[in-house]
């Protein structure tokens, strides 16, 4: 965000997710350290990826031929 002087809403706008996840995310940053490193150390043990606000956004505009607000 920095160093492409963009702001919560630039950034969801260019990643495709609501300004609510944006802050969500910043906010896992703020997390103490030791924190963090255990969330790290418990790995992504997912097979195939979760649904994402993207994909369901997707959906939304192929069905109804128009993008939700």
Avoid: Y
Avoid at 36 to 45: L, T, V, Y
């Amino acid at each position: 965000m920095e160093l492409e002087d963009l702001s919560k809403a630039d950034l969801a706008r260019k990643l495709g997710i609501s300004r609510a996840r944006v802050t969500q995310m910043l906010n896992l940053l703020k997390l103490p350290e030791e924190v963090i490193r255990e969330i790290e150390a418990m790995g992504d043990h997912w097979e195939r990826r979760l649904v994402t606000e993207r994909m369901l956004r997707e959906v939304s505009v192929t069905s109804t031929g128009k993008q939700e607000t």
